[in-house]
Each structure stands twice: as C-alpha cells, then as structure tokens.
C-alpha cells in the first residue's frame, strides 16, 4: 500500500515563528487532506488539497502531486496552533484515507 | 447540531459487556466511516459505508458490528472486547458522486473530502 511519511515527528516552536511541515507520499493520490488533532482528540479539517496552493488566514498548503509532496506552512504561531498535524491521502478507487504519522506541535510563549 | 457528532465521548466497558456507539452527521453526506486510532499508531480505516452499503471492511475482528440504518446514522456495535481494543474511535462523513465515464460507459465514483466527528474514547478493562 502507500506509503505517508511526515517530518518532522516532532516541533517545538516559540509563539510568533513560522513553520513549514511536510508530507512525503509513494504513490500516485486522488486525495489530500490535511488535519490538526486538538488535545482532545478532534480532527479538524485544514485544507483539502489534491493539487496547487491555499491559504487560509495564518495557514497555507501546497501540494506537488508530481513530485508527490505536501508542505504545510504555519506563520506566526499561537499556543493554540499546539497538537498533532496529519496529512492524509487516498488513492486509486474509492475514498480510503491513509494516514501519516503525523506532526507534534508543540507552541510555547 | 452540525457537523458529525458522536455519543458517548467516553466510554469504559468490561471485556463481557455489550455496548454501542453512536455516530450522525448534518452534512447530507452519504457516506460514513469508522477510524481507529490506537496509542502510537496512525489512525486506521475500519469500516466504510457508502449509499447505505458497507463497501469496506479492513479485516476488523467480528467482535466489532457496524449499522447503517440510513445516511445520516452510523452506529459500531461492540462485544466481548479485549483490552487491546482501547483506543479512540472516530467517525468520518463525506459526499459520494457518481462520475459518468463517456469513454469506457463505466460509471466511477468520485468523493469530497472527509468530517470527522470529535470520537469515543473507549476503555476495555
């Protein structure tokens, strides 16, 4: 099956740095979407991004399908930006999500 | 309510009791999914439903039930659990499109992204 690799495991940032996590992919995706797990366990949704670039308010992605990469920009953290980063993809048929290892944030003042 | 909501938030059951979860969502999705995320282990798919067909079950134990009554309703019934079955199980909503291909006169499915509801944190003892 694919493989979904993200780097770092783990980050340890102060309030205001920017960071950019990545998502290494081994095959071919239909799909792309990327999380932020909250200490209480909530997947909430960042951007679905099979291809291109979006920016939402601090947050941005970008995904080269080609080159099969994702990169998730965070610009002036917050303490609330803090928990796990997924990236997840799918692929071929149908709408499996498979998942990465993920990404510990942790944003510190 | 909006979104995908879950009940319970928490539950702890014995390995001999017999106890469901609850999922709906209010997206008018029509596909649901169940996901399980174990302590230092990616989240894993476990059951997809699509159109109110199970389309998908990824060698999960019998001892794990899902019911899809309708769109909007998923449950996972569970019984004789073990303890190793402590995790944290979420549920997963989306929209299904059935793509037309002209070329081959197949029909394919095509889908949106996933919602997740905020998950059972389950305790076997």
Not at chain 1, 3 to 17: F, K, R, T, Y
Not at chain 2, 53 to 65: A, G, L, M
Request: glycine share 8%; charged share 15%; aromatic share 10%.
């Amino acid at each position: 099956g694919i493989q979904v690799e993200q780097s770092p495991p783990d980050l340890i940032l102060q309030e205001g740095a920017n960071s950019t996590l990545r998502c290494n992919f081994s095959d071919s995706v239909n799909n792309l979407q990327w999380f932020h797990q909250n200490p209480w366990g909530q997947l909430i949704n960042l951007f679905y991004i099979p291809s291109g670039t979006k920016q939402n308010g601090r947050l941005s992605a970008t995904t080269v399908a080609t080159e099969r990469y994702s990169l998730l920009y965070i610009s002036s953290s917050q303490t609330t930006d803090s928990g796990v980063y997924f990236c997840a993809v799918v692929t071929g048929g149908g709408n499996k999500l498979t998942f990465g290892t993920g990404t510990q944030l942790k944003v510190e003042l | 309510e909006t979104g995908v909501t879950q009940t319970p938030r928490h539950l702890v059951m014995g390995m001999t009791n017999k106890k469901s979860l609850k999922c709906e969502q209010h997206l008018g999705h029509n596909a649901m999914y169940w996901y399980k995320q174990s302590a230092k282990k990616p989240l894993e798919l476990m059951f997809v439903y699509s159109l109110e067909e199970r389309v998908e079950n990824n060698s999960v134990p019998s001892r794990f039930s899902p019911e899809c009554p309708n769109s909007s309703h998923l449950f996972l019934h569970l019984h004789t659990l073990q303890p190793e079955d402590s995790a944290l199980y979420l549920c997963a909503s989306s929209q299904e499109w059935i793509v037309p291909n002209k070329g081959t006169g197949v029909s394919v499915s095509a889908y949106y992204e996933q919602y997740f509801g905020p998950g059972t944190r389950l305790t076997v003892t």
